[in-house]
């Protein structure tokens, strides 16, 4: 079976509801520049870390462990001529052996259930950070809250609620980058043309059936009512 992510997200340079300007707004906030070291943990097919490297001159060490987007990611980095300044690493981000304080900041954009959940991310990102430095996650959250019966509450909690948790973690919160609804759109809907196209290509395959039970179900659930009521937010804290 092709693994469903790598057929839905083939054309996504960014594998979250956010944007390239707000990618750049975030490299701002963090005053990153020639002399900044970034750790992107889970980064994809890494286009974060090429638009931060491109637009501020930044180190950027990419963790990813799916082979097609680590493999991806090199391509990109290479296509973009930034070869010098990002390393894609393959393998396991909670296995990935880090010193210390040795980064300007740390990310993990979409990803914390690698650690079960942001408590955990913020716990193995924070000490990554030198003081001063920040630690930035990307993570869902419910704007319409408790939620009806019938829906799965995936995991996310809030906006007040996952700041509560970057606070007690002992973060500040200097940050925040919130998804707008074209932000939305356009991430959701690159699933169902990649989907559409995959599945047009491939009509006798037999893990079209599969691949398309999984996108349709996807795409009701965001028509019926996550597009109302999730949100997604770039969250970032400065490390005291
Ligand atoms: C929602 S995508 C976000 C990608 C990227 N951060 C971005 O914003 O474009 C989540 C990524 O986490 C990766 N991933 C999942 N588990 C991982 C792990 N244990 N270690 C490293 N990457 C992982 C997936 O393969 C996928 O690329």
Not at 173 to 199: F, K, M, N, P, Q
Request: with cysteine; proline share 7%; glycine share 10%.
């Amino acid at each position: 079976m092709p693994w469903y992510y790598a057929v839905a997200e083939r054309d996504h340079v960014l594998q979250n509801p956010t944007s390239p300007e707000k990618i750049r707004q975030l490299g701002e906030r963090l005053r990153l520049g020639p002399g900044s070291r970034v750790l992107d943990m889970a980064c994809g097919m890494a286009g974060p870390a090429v638009l931060l490297a491109d637009t501020f001159g930044c180190r950027v060490v990419g963790v990813e462990r799916a082979h097609e987007f680590a493999a991806e990611a090199k391509r990109r980095v290479e296509d973009a001529g930034l070869a010098e300044l990002v390393e894609i690493v393959e393998g396991d981000a909670a296995a990935f052996p880090v010193e210390p304080g040795t980064f300007d900041a740390a990310l993990c954009l979409g990803a914390s259930f690698v650690w079960s959940g942001l408590e955990g991310t913020l716990a193995a990102l924070g000490p990554v950070v030198r003081a001063g430095g920040h630690v930035v996650v990307g993570e869902p959250y419910w704007r319409v809250w408790p939620l009806p019966d019938e829906v799965d509450d995936i995991g996310a909690v809030p906006l007040r609620d996952t700041v509560g948790r970057i606070e007690r973690a002992g973060l500040k919160l200097v940050t925040l980058i919130d998804s707008s609804l074209d932000d939305w759109d356009t991430y959701e809907s690159l699933h169902w043309r990649a989907a559409e196209e995959w599945l047009a290509e491939n009509p006798g395959d037999p893990d079209a059936p599969g691949i398309r039970t999984r996108y349709e179900q996807h795409r009701e659930a965001y028509l019926a009512f996550e597009r109302e009521a999730l949100g997604w937010a770039i969250f970032a804290a400065r490390k005291p």
